[in-house]
């Protein structure tokens, strides 16, 4: 079946701008969870949603960054008035359940460049 | 600091070789995660556990939850097994992954 799919997959913006960027989860999966790799850093969690549940949003940088997932299946991340260190690739993963027996998927990633 | 360590940062080997690499965090967890990244590609995640071992073809992941560490190997490593291959943990009664920093796995012919 369909894997976790993400759009763009390329994103090039001027420095001020907003940004969103998408991600589909596989269906049926409740939780879906956001992570960013930074260039020559490793992967940190930005923000969960489980269900209908409040999401963890502990990861996120600054109050520029939101995100919201409508109807429990696609997500979008939101990254107001970019700035040069917000460059990095965004990577989105899902999950059957949010229990630690349940494999994470992730999708290939937005490479986002601000410039 | 970060709470999962990975070793080596780098490691490059000939063909046929076996690989490991080690993964070890800093307090309990609920669930180890392998993940494996090609350069510009995405992440395929290679396995879960949270206690004993697993494996699929090559690849062989132990975790020892007492000591808190697991290891990756590789058996008759080839050159398509260049990649990052990174540790991830949830944490007991934390439901984000914590991520290590990544092996980069370079095999020459």
């Known amino acids: 079946g369909a894997g976790v799919s993400q759009s763009p997959s390329n994103k090039v913006t001027e420095k001020g701008k907003d940004v969103e960027l998408r991600c589909d989860p596989i269906?049926?999966?409740?939780?879906l969870y956001w992570y960013r790799q930074s260039l020559g850093q490793g992967l940190e969690f930005l923000i969960y949603?489980?269900?209908?549940?409040?999401?963890?949003k502990s990861g996120l940088p600054s109050d520029r960054f939101s995100a919201e997932r409508t109807g429990g299946s696609v997500s979008t991340l939101t990254i107001q008035r970019t700035q040069q260190e917000d460059s990095a690739v965004y990577l989105c993963?899902?999950?059957?359940?949010?229990?630690?027996?349940?494999?994470?998927?992730f999708g290939p990633g937005t490479r986002l460049t601000v410039t | 600091k970060n709470e999962v360590e990975q070793s080596p940062q780098n490691l490059t080997a000939q063909e046929g070789e076996f690989i490991t690499i080690n993964c070890s965090y800093s307090v309990g967890i609920s669930a180890l995660h392998w993940l494996q990244q090609h350069p510009g590609g995405g992440i395929v995640s290679l396995f879960m556990l949270s206690s004993g071992k697993k494996k699929h073809g090559r690849l062989i992941a132990t975790i020892n939850i007492q000591e808190k560490h697991s290891s990756l190997h590789i058996t008759a490593s080839h050159p398509r097994d260049s990649a990052v291959y990174i540790c991830a943990v949830r944490f007991q009664g934390a439901q984000k992954l914590v991520f290590g920093q990544g092996t980069r796995l370079t095999i020459n012919p």
């Open positions: 269906s049926g999966h409740t939780a």
């Open positions: 949603f489980q269900g209908n549940s409040a999401p963890d």
């Open positions: 993963a899902s999950s059957l359940r949010s229990e630690f027996s349940y494999e994470q998927y």
